[in-house]
């Protein structure tokens, strides 16, 4: 396999509260992997954040089809999730945290990442959940002052939001894959995680 360690990037700076809310969502990813030296790949890692609290007690790398670097640089694979490129059957686990909004193709998506997992194999993927109006204006209000009035912050919450995935649509899109165990968690109160393990 080859990997490509990140020499470029554009630099990525998140506010105090941002770095802190991703670094417990990655925490709880963690908690819920729940295993030492493990192969791991966090798909659409943005920058290093994830990256480095997890390789603590595992091998990590990354995958972005535009990565950023926030500290020291990491081991990222520039590439598409809708075609990973890397050999079936090679990680313990992926995680994926705020990336499925950007993914045209969620089913081809979905198949890849399961493709590269081990029988076995577990993943997390985690976006914000579905609201209704007076409820999202709440959020976008939390986001500006989480992120300190950025306006490519705001736009991309705005985003997030608007493309929400419904239950509905989950559970449509994961009885696609009849080799997956999947359900349904609350994550941090506004999050879902699609928890699923690969079978076979
Ligand atoms: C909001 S950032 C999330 C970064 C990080 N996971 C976090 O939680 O802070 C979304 C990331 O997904 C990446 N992304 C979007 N579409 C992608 C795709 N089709 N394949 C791989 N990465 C993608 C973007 O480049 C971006 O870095």
Known sequence: MKYVKLKTGQHYSSSFLETLLIKQSYKLIIKRIDGKNLSIIDVGCGSDIGIKLMEKNNRVIGLDIKPYFQGKRFECIIGNV???????NTFDAVTSRSSVNYWNNKNKSISEIIRILKPGGKFFIISIKHYKRPMRYLLLLLNYIICTGKKEKIEETKYFLETALQKEEIKKLMSKFP???YRITNHLLIYFCIEGKKLF
Request: glycine content about 0%.
């Open 82 to 88: 809708h075609a990973i490129p890397l050999k079936d």
């Open 179 to 181: 080799n997956v165990k």
